[in-house]
C-alpha cells in the first residue's frame, strides 16, 4: 500500500475512534502534507495520482471528504485547516498541473466555507479559491469559466458572510476573494452588479479604520483584505 493510501486511511480511522496509533487528526493530516510536499517534483501520471487520491478516491477516503465533515472537535478541526492550507499551498506550487481537480477543490471549498461551523475552517476554505483565482486570472493555461465559478451565487455568499458578525481572518479572505472575483470575472453581468457594492464595502472598511469615528486600534487584517480587493 502507498504512503499517501496509508495516511488517508489511518485519518478516516483516527475520526471513528479506530486506529491504534497514537498519531492525532492533526499529525496525520501534517503528515499528509508533508509526504505530498516531499514528492512535490513528481510529474506526469504520479502527479495525477497524488491528486486523485487527495480529491476523488473513495476507498481510501479522500482529503476532500475529510474535510466535509461536520463536527466541533478541536483536533479535527485544526486537521481541516492545516490540509486546506496544504491545498492552497499545492495549488500555487504545481500551478496548471492542477487541472481538472482545480475544479473539484474549488466547488468543495465554496461548499465547506457555506456550512462549516467553525470560523477558522470558513476561513481557511477561501484559500484554495482565492488561489485557483488567482491561477486562472494569471496563467491563460488554465481558465475557470462563469460556469465553474457562478459568481453571482458567489459574491451573495461572500458578501452576506462577511455582514455576519464574522472574524477578522474571515472578513480578510473575503474581502481579498472579492477582489480576485472582479478581477477574474471584470464584464460578468454579476460583477457589474455588484461592483459598486463592493466598493462601497471597501470604503467602509477604511473609514471605520481611519475616519473620523474611528475607534480604537486599527483592524489591520480587515484593513489588509480592503487594500488586496482595491489592488486587483
Known amino acids: 500500500m502507498d504512503v499517501l493510501e496509508k ?47 487527495l480529491t476523488q478516491s473513495e476507498s481510501p477516503p479522500n482529503v476532500i471528504e475529510f474535510l466535509t465533515l461536520r463536527t466541533k472537535d478541536k483536533d479535527i478541526v485544526k486537521a481541516k485547516v492545516n490540509l486546506l492550507k496544504f491545498l492552497a499551498s499545492l495549488i500555487k506550487q504545481i500551478g496548471t498541473s492542477v487541472d481538472t481537480y482545480g475544479q473539484v477543490i474549488f466547488t468543495s471549498c465554496i461548499s465547506i466555507f457555506k456550512k462549516d461551523e467553525s470560523n477558522e475552517v470558513k476561513a481557511a476554505s477561501l484559500l484554495p479559491v482565492k488561489n485557483l483565482l488567482h491561477l486562472s486570472t494569471a496563467t491563460p493555461a488554465y481558465r475557470l469559466s462563469e460556469t465553474d465559478v457562478q459568481p453571482e451565487s458567489l459574491y451573495t455568499l461572500l458578501l452576506t458572510q462577511y455582514n455576519k458578525k464574522s472574524t477578522a481572518g474571515i472578513r480578510y479572505n473575503v474581502l481579498v476573494t472579492l477582489g480576485h472575483l472582479v478581477h477574474d470575472f471584470p464584464y460578468a453581468s454579476a460583477t457589474l452588479a455588484r461592483v459598486n457594492q463592493i466598493a462601497d464595502l471597501v470604503m467602509r472598511v477604511l473609514n471605520s479604520n481611519f475616519g473620523a469615528q474611528s475607534k480604537g486600534a486599527p483592524d489591520l487584517s480587515t484593513l489588509a483584505g480592503a487594500f488586496s480587493c482595491l489592488d486587483r
Open 7 to 53: 495516511l488517508l486511511f489511518d485519518l478516516q480511522a483516527s475520526t471513528e475512534g479506530q486506529t491504534d496509533s497514537i498519531l492525532s487528526s492533526s499529525d496525520i493530516a501534517d503528515n499528509i502534507a508533508h509526504h505530498c510536499t516531499f514528492n512535490l517534483n513528481l510529474s506526469g501520471t504520479e502527479l495525477d495520482y497524488t491528486l486523485f487520491f
